[in-house]
């Protein structure tokens, strides 16, 4: 009994290690990891410790499509909306703090001829955005299905809400307006530190056939996916909620030490993951009891 109980435990916990190792891989060797790569990554763990195969594709698939939905949406949106805005931000920031923080925190600690190991885990914490939402949505497929249906429903939400506000109010970013020179210079240290890292390699991905948008700053998702994850891991485990509070101020921290965000883009987007976490957690509230209905008929 007691050898099947590890095995039972190494058949949950062996999947996700892989995941998480072909994710570092993708990172150190700057590739994105989009989604629909993960989902071919994932299947193959799913395939790999049996019985769960099924019910992968009918839980996912649904998932991918939405969000293949809200990237192509995301991309058109700089089509569909010209003016983009670049001084409310501007002096959002510099009303909070009478300076600009993202020029402030790089004349601090930013070193021109020599990137700190800081500038790294920065850098790390930044493209973090793309891998740790999925290894956590992965996680909570693993081991409740019910708060992975919750967390990825609040997801799309937050994602969608996004997708409308930069339709309404495409936003400049910090990197952009110092290029156009509306503010003062700002280091692009992402380019820095990502140069140290190996050689990149193409990964075929449907992502290819999405336009950017460059002009979606507000809300910053970076700030917002962090913060959700958080929301949803504390809800389940207290003590580990808070033990990744760490990881959720650094990327806050990252993306505007980085110039990637103004501070309020990042206030924005604390904002934006509490209310797609309180819609989902109201929506599932009045729905319990009709899953209890549900239940007890099918028994």
Known sequence: MKHQSLYKKALLILPILYIISVSIYMIWHRAWFSPDQFFSVAIIAVILIGGRTKQF?????????????????????PLLSKNTNIWPMIRADQFMFGYLPSIKLQELLFSPTSPRWYDYVAVILYVSHFVVPWVTAFIFWMYNRRIFKHFTAG?????????LTYMIFPAMPPWMASNLGYIPPLQKIMDQVMASFAHPISVPTIYQFFGANLVAAVPSLHAAYPLLIFLYVRQQISW???LITPYVFGVWFSVV????HYVIDVILGILYAIIAYKIISMISK???????RLEKTDL
């Open 155 to 163: 997801f799309l939400v937050l994602s969608y809400l996004a997708f």
């Open 57 to 77: 594709l009918w839980d996912w698939i649904p998932v991918l499509l939405l969000l293949f939905g809200y990237e192509y949406l995301r991309g058109l949106a």
């Open 240 to 242: 580990l909620g808070y």
């Open 257 to 260: 030490y980085l110039g990637e």
């Open 286 to 292: 009045k729905m319990e009891p009709v899953v209890e």
